[in-house]
């Protein structure tokens, strides 16, 4: 099957700093990618849908500013947490989903635990 | 809108026993529906889906779902349950009538296998 990259699986970081959390397709194009955020035994709540070569689409309530969202090449989406506060940490997971619509399916990577001291 | 529900938290079943895991939706079109497994601290991973055709839809690990579109129901369902089917299930849901490339989750049911 379709085999999704996130890394880091895992990133402590101080207060006001910035991360970035790189999403890779390894075997086929993506179009789209998907990011999501999930608190602990709750369900994953779409952040925004990166498109690439285009501004990624924001959910509401999802701060732009603070979480940049890049996808430069049809196999690579990135995420930068920005100024990075306690309140940020979570699970981040981001998906893509194949550029054949046709399959209809997400293939998510292993996502990424967020620490904010 | 669209929108995934999934009524039970947790259940509960003893391994041999046949499981099933509820779904119910909400779409103002015509639905695709899937399901996910989530191992703890892990990305989903793609069990099966329903786009069109029969309404039993077989998928990995013996796994499988009947879409009811009287019921707007979508459970899933496997005969034997493993100690290793033990995991976080996502039940979720595209509505191809308001767009294409936004798929919503349910809240998860915890799938408990008891040995």
């Known amino acids: 099957g379709a085999v999704v990259s996130q890394h880091p699986s895992w990133v402590i970081c101080k207060s006001g700093t910035s991360v970035k959390i790189e999403c890779r397709s390894l075997?086929?194009?993506?179009?789209?990618m998907f990011w999501y955020r999930q608190f602990p035994k709750q369900s994953l709540m779409l952040m925004a849908t990166?498109?690439?070569?285009?501004?990624?689409?924001?959910e509401q309530g999802v701060e732009k500013d603070k979480f940049l969202i890049n996808h430069a090449s049809l196999t690579l989406s990135t995420l930068t947490v920005t100024s990075a506060h306690p309140e940020d940490s979570s699970f981040y997971i981001c998906?893509?989903?194949?550029?054949?619509?046709?399959?209809?399916?997400?293939?998510f990577g292993a996502g990424t635990r967020l620490s904010v001291l | 809108a669209q929108s995934v529900a999934q009524p039970e938290d947790q259940v509960n079943v003893a391994e041999g026993n046949p499981l099933t895991v509820k779904c119910t939706y909400s779409v103002s079109g015509n639905p695709y529906l899937f399901w996910y497994v989530q191992y703890p601290n892990r990305g989903l991973q793609f069990l099966l889906k329903y786009i069109t055709g029969d309404n039993l839809v077989k998928g990995s690990y013996g796994f499988e779902a009947e879409f009811n579109k009287s019921q707007t129901s979508f459970h899933l369902k496997k005969p034997s349950a493993l100690v290793s089917d033990s995991a976080l299930y996502f039940c979720a849901v595209r509505d191809i009538k308001t767009s294409y490339d936004k798929v919503i989750f349910g809240p998860g049911t915890s799938l408990s296998v008891i040995p």
């Open positions: 075997d086929f194009q993506a179009t789209t």
């Open positions: 990166s498109n690439e070569g285009s501004k990624a689409t924001y």
């Open positions: 998906s893509a989903m194949d550029r054949d619509w046709v399959k209809n399916i997400q293939y």
